[in-house]
C-alpha cells in the first residue's frame, strides 16, 4: 500500500495522490457501513447498487484529494506539525527532565494530532471539493485521520534520535518517538492516537557528544517512570497541556 504522506529530504510531504486500500477498510466499519447505505440507496440497479456507490465515493474522494487548493493547504499543515512540538513543549505538567540545561519533554501524540486534526478541519471545509462530497462529514473525517496516520508513520519511518533529530520549530528538535504508550482511554469511533515525542531544547549550550549519552539516559528514565501514571494523571497531564497552549 502506498503511504499518503511520504517524509524526504527532512520533509513531510503530499502530492494528492491516495491509495484505495484504507478506504476499503473504513468501508468495513460501521460508520463506513452507514455511508455506503446511505449511498446505495441513491444508487439505480440494485444489485450492482453496492459496488457502484462505493465506487463513486472512492472516486470524490480520491478528486477531491489531488485538488491544487487540497493539496496546498494540507502541505502547509504538514509543515507544521514538527512545529507544533515547540509550542506544547512549553506547556505546563508534560514530563519532562533537565539535561545539562536542555530541557527533554515528552508530547503526546494526542495533542500534535489533535491540533493538526482541527486545523485540517477548519481549512478543508472551505473546499468546495471537500464541502460537496457525498460522503459528508464521515467521509471527510476518515480522510483527515487516515492523513495524519500516515504523517505518523512517515516521521516514526524517519527514525528521529539525537544523533538524526528532526527540527521541531527554531529552539527545538525531536530526538525521540514512542509509539505505543497509551495516553487515553480508546473512545468511541476517534483515533487512539498513542505515544509520544520527545523533544529537545536547543540552548547557548552544544550537544555534545556527552549530552547525546545523557539524553539517552534521560529518555529511558522518563520511559520507565509513565507505567507508573494513572489514568486520572494522563488526563490531567493532557488537559493542562491543551489549557496552556
Known amino acids: 500500500m502506498k503511504a499518503w504522506v511520504q517524509y524526504r529530504r527532512g520533509r513531510a510531504r503530499y502530492s494528492g495522490g491516495v491509495s484505495r486500500a484504507p478506504f476499503d477498510a473504513w468501508l468495513a466499519t460501521p460508520e463506513g457501513q452507514r455511508v455506503l ?48 512540538l515547540q509550542e506544547f513543549a512549553y506547556a505546563d505538567g508534560l514530563p519532562r527532565l533537565s539535561v545539562d540545561l536542555h530541557r527533554l ?24 471539493a471537500f464541502a460537496s462530497l457525498e460522503g459528508g462529514d464521515s467521509l471527510r473525517d476518515f480522510f483527515i485521520t487516515t492523513l495524519i496516520d500516515h504523517l505518523n508513520d512517515a516521521i516514526a519511518g524517519a527514525a528521529p534520535s539525537t ?8 529552539d527545538w528538535i525531536c530526538v525521540g518517538l514512542e509509539s505505543a504508550f497509551v495516553w487515553r482511554l480508546p473512545v468511541l469511533n476517534q483515533p487512539p492516537w498513542t505515544g509520544h515525542h520527545y523533544v529537545l531544547e536547543l540552548t547557548r549550550e552544544p550537544i555534545t557528544r556527552a549530552v547525546h549519552k545523557k539524553v539517552v539516559a534521560a529518555v529511558k528514565k522518563i520511559e520507565a517512570s509513565l507505567p507508573s501514571l494513572s489514568r486520572v494523571e494522563r488526563n490531567e497531564i493532557l488537559r493542562r497541556a491543551l489549557h496552556r497552549t
Open 37 to 84: 447505505d446511505e449511498a446505495r440507496s441513491r444508487t439505480r440497479f440494485a444489485f450492482l447498487a453496492r459496488s457502484r456507490a462505493a465506487r463513486r465515493l472512492w472516486r470524490q474522494l480520491a478528486a477531491a484529494a489531488r485538488e491544487t487548493g487540497v493539496i496546498v493547504l494540507i502541505q502547509s499543515e504538514l509543515n507544521a506539525y514538527l512545529g507544533r
Open 105 to 128: 519533554v515528552a508530547v503526546p501524540r494526542m495533542l500534535t494530532n489533535g491540533a493538526a486534526y482541527a486545523a485540517i478541519t477548519r481549512r478543508i471545509n472551505s473546499e468546495r
Open 163 to 170: 544523533k538524526r533529530p528532526l527540527a521541531a520549530g527554531k
